[in-house]
């Protein structure tokens, strides 16, 4: 006979995600077919031949990440001198994700990375990945991520973003020096 609180029954686990479960496996078919990849390739050539493409595509990546960080900073930089925010991506992240599939070892990653680098292609995804983010916005439920994101848009009915700065409803102590750090925010 045992004394004491009963013991509460188990917690069921929340459900895994769909992404959750077959992302591993995807990532484990994606590299037994790199590898099998390289194998034939190596066999119809040699072991030299694919080790130059390996470096060639590690080369061109590079190259590739390079020149899309210098037109994101050249874009930024004239944002920032117009006054206004950048464009909408231009398609740099797409190319910079380009690059580095190029520099990953193998030859899927390599087409896929090519492919990247279609303007065409970057359009396409770029429109499927920002009507994705704003459904995901829509949908978000209160007091989650996505709805703060949602917040902290605030558009004037001519399409511009409101600027506003945070006000702290408590007086500042003597002592709190990270009140005094920070400065007000301007435009």
Do not use: C
């Not at 013991?7 to 099998?36: D, M």
């Not at 909408?88 to 992240?93: H, L």
């Not at 703060?148 to 399409?159: E, M």
Request: no cysteine; proline share 8%.
């Amino acid at each position: 006979m045992t004394t004491g609180a009963p013991t509460p029954p188990p917690r069921t686990r929340p459900r895994r995600s769909r992404l959750r479960t077959f992302l591993p496996l995807g990532i484990a078919a994606w590299l037994v077919l790199e590898i099998w990849l390289l194998t034939v390739v190596a066999g119809a050539t040699s072991g030299f031949t694919v080790f130059l493409l390996l470096v060639a595509g590690f080369v061109a990546g590079s190259v590739v990440i390079k020149r899309a960080g210098r037109r994101a900073f050249q874009s930024l930089n004239e944002a920032l001198q117009r006054g206004g925010s950048p464009e909408r991506g231009g398609g740099n992240g797409f190319m910079m994700l380009g690059g580095l599939l190029i520099m990953i070892p193998g030859l899927v990653s390599d087409a896929v990375g090519l492919l990247l680098l279609l303007p065409p292609v970057q359009k396409a995804l770029s429109r499927y990945a920002e009507r994705t983010v704003d459904r995901k916005l829509r949908q978000a439920a209160p007091g989650t991520l996505g709805d703060a994101f949602q917040q902290v848009r605030i558009h004037r009915p001519d399409g511009k973003i409101v600027q506003g700065e945070v006000i702290r409803e408590t007086a500042a102590e003597p002592g709190d020096t990270a009140w005094e750090q920070r400065p007000p925010l301007t435009s």
